[in-house]
């Protein structure tokens, strides 16, 4: 493949939370789940993508991620799959699909986060990736970006196959696409059928129909556990029938079966080579377990309430204006307020171990680059696997409450990972500043920063301030041990 495999569409958190049910209601006679845990993880155009990094491709996300707690979770997700998250600004809430679930089985699905908000405009790196990607799928679920008009500009001229997705409230396909992936129902809100013709019929009529309306190289209608039924330029449709018994937990076979067949054409394919592979694809994963077993490792499952990622920390006793700065819930209220007045966002990043004045320096001379200025600050987990076990010196609680006591710091947002790239990605500063030290040896100060590539993803700027000479944590540690050694 001559560049990575773009997903690019809306993206969702999904939650299956599991429990047991032992009772019905008093006052309603419905059954009472008591929740036993809850697993997070990308939904949408989200979870297209991690089914294609699972198979080894480099992939770029495309997606809209707002600026809440849902969006933060997502961020984390997706990075720790492997994926490269080029994120656009969108307006309101994170959608949400939470299933809720007993012994394996649906009970009820609560959606929530509102109406679609606007994503925002990509950014020249975001036009960029996908003229320069193998291959593009849209993964469309009716909730705005496929219907952007610079990523539709960007899709109709790109050289690589595209494979769109669609959703019934979304757009039409741009004119040319390879391949387009319908299931039935969806082919027939969109093209309706003729009474009484059959299953096959109403399938093919309506693959060609979208065809010809959408100038597709061909379009393949998903039939469930029947397989696929393939129409392109011949009369004549191909039917691709599954392997085998194809039971169970359906939940995300129409991105998995989407995500075979963009990788398949990224790698030289057929078209149709492209779907009886992806018709393999989805109909093991639906019988290996569907998405809960497919998946690949992000972290344990998480508790009811509990979170992993940039998340919020209760350092202490909650209440006054420290407490307040530091957490998802704070960034998430600071960069509403900055971004609705036009400002720019600064962010900075570190363990901050020891607070020393090459610290506040550094801090002091980011905050006059914005409107505000967020810390990401690793964890205690993340700074003992980047320093050793005898780090951190203070807890993350204690680093969290000095850095936003201080009066350039604005808000602080701790990350479990090893890099700040996920907190980065829901961030989406406008400017990226590390301190001087990073300048040394000559040349680009920024080339070193690993985190420049990623800033640029979203039209970001990375820059570096002066340092103070001879301030350093690890320094003062060995200095401090060796005066109580004399």
């Not at 080029?86 to 109406?115: C, F, M, N, Q």
């Not at 009716?142 to 610079?150: D, I, M, Y």
């Not at 194809?246 to 989407?258: L, N, S």
């Not at 350039?408 to 990226?432: K, N």
């Amino acid at each position: 493949m001559r560049g990575p495999v773009v997903v690019l569409g809306d993206t969702l958190l999904d939650r299956d939370v599991e429990g047991v049910v032992n009772r019905l209601c008093p006052d309603s006679p419905v059954p009472v789940l008591d929740e036993t845990a809850a697993t997070d993880r990308p939904g949408g155009a989200g979870l297209a993508a991690v089914f294609a990094a699972a198979q080894g491709a480099e992939v770029v996300l495309v997606t809209a991620l707002a600026d809440d707690a849902g969006g933060a979770r997502l961020s984390a997700l997706l990075t720790a799959a492997g994926v490269q998250v080029y994120p656009l600004a969108l307006s309101g809430a994170t959608p949400e699909k939470i299933r809720l679930r007993a012994r394996g089985r649906v009970l009820l699905r609560h959606d929530r986060g509102g109406t679609s908000g606007e994503p925002g405009q990509p950014s020249d790196e975001v036009l960029r990736v996908i003229a320069a990607a193998s291959a593009v799928l849209v993964s469309d679920y009716g909730r705005g970006v496929a219907r952007q008009p610079a990523l539709r500009d960007a899709l109709a001229a790109t050289r690589a196959p595209v494979v769109w997705d669609p959703h019934p409230r979304g757009p039409a396909a741009v004119p040319g696409v390879h391949l387009a992936t319908p299931n039935e129902s969806e082919v027939r809100e969109l093209v309706p059928a003729l009474p009484g013709a059959s299953r096959l019929a109403t399938a093919s009529r309506g693959a060609q129909g979208l065809r010809r309306r959408w100038r597709a190289g061909a379009v393949a209608v998903t039939l469930g556990g029947d397989g696929a039924l393939l129409c392109h330029a011949g009369s004549t449709p191909l039917v691709v029938p599954t392997p085998g018994s194809a039971e169970g937990d359906t939940c995300g076979a129409g991105d998995r079966f989407a995500a075979a067949a963009s990788l398949a054409l990224a790698q030289g394919a057929l078209v149709s080579e492209a779907v009886q592979v992806a018709v393999a694809e989805a109909s093991a994963y639906v019988a290996g377990g569907g998405v809960a077993t497919a998946l690949p490792p992000s972290g344990p499952a998480v508790r009811a309430g509990s979170t992993s990622g940039p998340r919020v920390l209760q350092p202490g006793p909650r209440g006054g204006a420290v407490a307040d700065r530091v957490g998802v819930a704070a960034v998430a209220t600071l960069l509403n307020e900055v971004r609705a007045g036009g400002g720019t966002v600064v962010a900075t990043g570190g363990c901050f171990d020891l607070l020393h004045a090459g610290h506040v320096a550094t801090l002091e001379a980011a905050r006059q680059l914005g409107d505000c200025l967020i810390v990401c600050l690793n964890s205690d987990a993340s700074v003992t696997g980047l320093k050793g076990p005898d780090r951190p010196v203070q807890s993350e609680a204690d680093r969290s409450r000095l850095l936003a006591a201080l009066s350039c710091v604005d808000a602080v947002l701790i990350f479990d990972e090893p890099t700040p790239d996920a907190a980065l990605s829901w961030i989406r500063p406008d400017v990226w500043v590390k301190g001087g030290d990073y300048a040394t040896g000559g040349g680009d100060a920024t080339a070193a920063l690993p985190e420049a590539q990623v800033v640029r993803r979203w039209g970001g700027n990375t820059v570096v301030v002066p340092y103070l000479d001879g301030r350093s944590t690890t320094d003062l540690i060995v200095r401090t041990l060796a005066e109580r050694t004399r």
